[in-house]
């Protein structure tokens, strides 16, 4: 074993004895989750990935698309555009929140569901299936493999989303969406539905940490400017309500999703990503956190 696959073997161990948190319920397909299966990877400058822990088992990307259909969206309408629709500022409130600004509807911010289900109706195409085949292709490029949807979590996450689809309604009643409500929701669901694992997340980070260029495959994904942008929102809002502790603790942008996926870029240094089922009450990975945590001080990967 190499040196940095043992450290992370170490890391696994360190951080397998905590037992709280659980994984999440209010998507039914999602509460059938073990939550004891528990996965690390890294990818540095080469393209070189070192993984240790259920490294195949593949799980719903959930959150952790969001960032990546932001920068689907940034490369296809611009900055501006985006912006026109979504903000870029903290909301301090969960996932899940009415995360509105008073008088225009636009939403805080892309990582928020509200900002999220904004930034999925900017995606060009003309119904569910075009759009989800750019953004099966965006997502696959930034992974490196071509991903696929899980149908059952799908239409589990579409027979529960009433909170979804109301945020969606009222984002259409300001006019942040501007087409079909359904048309954005569901590309939505099926996007969060979307099978990783660990391995990928790593990649899909580190290709953000190398400007855009995935460096397992060398093929550029997106522009400099437009990886840039999207660390920067995930280094301000990518853990929700946790997302200023994250900064001050980890220092590193980041993103979470409810199946227990945890990715976070150390810019031109590594991509990493983490596996655990077991939430937190903000809906982040209780062992996921502890083990980025531990890895960003014992390699000084604080940006700050
Ligand atoms: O919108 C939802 O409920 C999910 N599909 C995604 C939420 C999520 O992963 C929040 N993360 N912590």
Redesign the pocket.
Known sequence: MDPITALLDDLLAEVRPLTSGAPAT??PELATADPDRLAFAVVGPRGRVRDVGDTDHEFTI???SKPFVLALALSERGRDAVLAKVGAEPSGEP??AISLEKHTGRPANPMV?AG?IATTALVEGAGIDDRMTRIVETLSAFAGRSLWVDEDVYAS?SAT?D??RALAHLLRSHGVIEGSVDIAVET??RQ?SLLVTVRDLAVMASTLAFGGVNPVTGHRVVAETVARDVLSIMASCGM?DFSGEWLLRVGLPAK????GGLLAVAPSQFGVAAFSPR?DA???SVRGIAAVETLSERFGMHLL
Do not use: D, K, P, T
């Open positions: 209010y998507i959930q959150s952790i996932f899940n569901n999220a996450e989303g909170r979804n939505y669901f969060c929700y979470s999703g409810v199946s939430l903000h809906g982040n």
